[in-house]
Nanobody, 124 residues
């Protein structure tokens, strides 16, 4: 139901835009977030946006470099990633909150819908 795309190989300092397409149902009432899992590390929260798009939350490591947005009419969520660093290398997953109308949670357990992931590799 969630399909992430847009990953790839980029040099440090470069940019990528990830997209997450929802199908089969609408998530316009659910907070949406991006998580990532780097090799040998646990999954971590990256960025989230509430159902209306009026509030966002970011991990400290990406603040000022990443921007999350959504288009509820198109059932899409985006993650614009600028000034990429090698430590941003990971598989990125989009996720939808299991409940409607909630604020952004940084806990993966609060998300009931997950995309398949897209690989982002940043070379130094």
């Amino acid at each position: 139901q969630l399909q992430a795309s847009g990953g790839g190989l980029v040099q440090a300092g470069g940019s990528l835009r990830l997209s997450c397409a929802a199908s089969g149902r609408t998530f316009s009432r659910n907070a949406m977030s991006w998580f990532r899992r780097a090799p040998g590390k646990e999954r971590e929260f990256v960025a989230g946006i509430i159902w209306s798009g009026s509030s966002t939350d970011y991990a400290d490591s990406v603040k000022g470099r990443f921007t999350i947005s959504r288009d509820n009419d198109k059932n899409m969520v985006y993650l614009q990633m600028n000034s990429l660093k090698p430590e941003d290398t990971a598989v990125y997953y989009c996720a939808a909150d299991a409940s409607m109308w909630r604020g952004v949670s940084q806990w993966g357990r609060d998300y009931g819908y997950w995309g398949q992931g897209t690989q982002v590799t940043v070379s130094s």
